[in-house]
C-alpha cells in the first residue's frame, strides 16, 4: 500500500523559511510524476510545483523565485525549499505523486505565515 506523508509545515514570520519534505513509502515499481499543491482557507486546492518524469519542474507563477521543488537523498522523497513567505502562502500543503499509473494523495501540512 503506498503512502504518501509530508512534514516540515508550521508557523513562521512574513521573509521567513520554510523546507517541507515528502516521503512516498510501500509498494512502489516506478514514480511518473510527483508534485506539490496548497489550499487556503475558502479556496480551492492550486498546483504549486511539479516535478515531471522528463525531470521538468513547473512553478506556479506566485511562487517562482522563491520556491524550489528538490529531489532528496533519500530515495523515493522530494522536498518543496520556501523561502521570502508571504501570508499569502498560508495553506495545507499537499504532497501528490503518481505512482505506477496511480494518483496519490498525502493528508497535508500545514504552512502559517504570520505578518
Known amino acids: 500500500q503506498v503512502q504518501l506523508v509530508e512534514s516540515g509545515g508550521g508557523v513562521v514570520q512574513t521573509g521567513g523559511s520554510l523546507r517541507l519534505s515528502c516521503a512516498a513509502s510501500?509498494?512502489?515499481?516506478?514514480?511518473?510524476?510527483m508534485g506539490w499543491y496548497r489550499q487556503a482557507p475558502g479556496a480551492q486546492r492550486e498546483l504549486v510545483a511539479k516535478?515531471?518524469?522528463?525531470?521538468?519542474?513547473n512553478y506556479a507563477d506566485s511562487v517562482k523565485g522563491r520556491f524550489t521543488f528538490s529531489r532528496g537523498m533519500v530515495k523515493n522523497t522530494v522536498h518543496l525549499s520556501m523561502r521570502n513567505l508571504t501570508p499569502e502562502d498560508t495553506a495545507l500543503y499537499y504532497c501528490?505523486?503518481?505512482?505506477?499509473?496511480?494518483?496519490?494523495w498525502g493528508k497535508g501540512t500545514l504552512v502559517t505565515v504570520a505578518s
Open positions: 501528490s505523486a503518481n505512482i505506477d499509473g496511480i494518483n496519490y
Open positions: 510501500g509498494s512502489i515499481f516506478s514514480i511518473n510524476a
Open positions: 516535478l515531471t518524469s522528463d525531470g521538468i519542474t
